[in-house]
């Protein structure tokens, strides 16, 4: 019994899970990294870790769904720029904030990683530099916005 446990939470952990993508043309204009328009500041929301990769984790901007992650995708958005913002995943027990003041004209980019939980992997997300963004986003592809498993 415990065998068929240990091979249930491998397979949930290694698996592929999928979103539904941004068409090409979009994608190749957000690996542009635009300077955001006038009031604007852009968010890159990534995810590209080795495990975890049969999970989605819903983020929100400011209590708004943006989308479903899984491993190897990214979020491009615009967001109010000269305030605050709250960005949140979902994890094991209770959503994990990271607040962000975002500056209009900068892009900002944000990992979300996957960490072993008690019953299901939980979720962090953590600010980058925009180097190491730009480069983890080379090789991602866009996810499409707007579809979030939890509802209000």
């Known amino acids: 019994m415990l065998m068929l446990g240990v091979a249930a939470a491998i397979?949930?952990?290694s698996g592929c899970a999928s979103v539904p993508m941004a068409d090409k043309g979009t994608l190749d204009v957000a690996k542009t990294f635009p300077a955001p328009e006038a009031g604007k500041a852009g968010v890159y929301v990534f995810r590209?870790?080795?495990?975890?990769?049969?999970?989605?984790?819903?983020?929100?901007?400011d209590g708004e769904c943006l989308g479903e992650t899984a491993n190897k995708v990214f979020f491009y958005t615009l967001v109010a720029g000269?305030?605050?913002?709250?960005?949140?995943?979902?994890?094991?027990?209770?959503?994990?904030?990271?607040?962000?003041?975002?500056?209009?004209g900068q892009?900002?980019?944000?990992?979300?990683?996957?960490?072993?939980?008690?019953?299901v992997g939980g979720a962090k997300l953590e600010a980058v530099p925009e180097a190491e963004g730009r480069r983890q986003i080379a090789s991602l592809k866009l996810a499409a916005h707007g579809t979030c498993s939890v509802k209000k």
């Open 48 to 61: 590209n870790s080795g495990i975890g990769q049969a999970l989605k984790k819903d983020v929100l901007i």
């Open 107 to 119: 892009n900002y980019f944000i990992r979300q990683s996957i960490k072993m939980g008690v019953f």
């Open 11 to 13: 397979t949930l952990m």
């Open 82 to 104: 000269d305030r605050e913002h709250t960005f949140s995943t979902e994890s094991e027990f209770s959503p994990n904030d990271l607040k962000l003041v975002t500056a209009s």
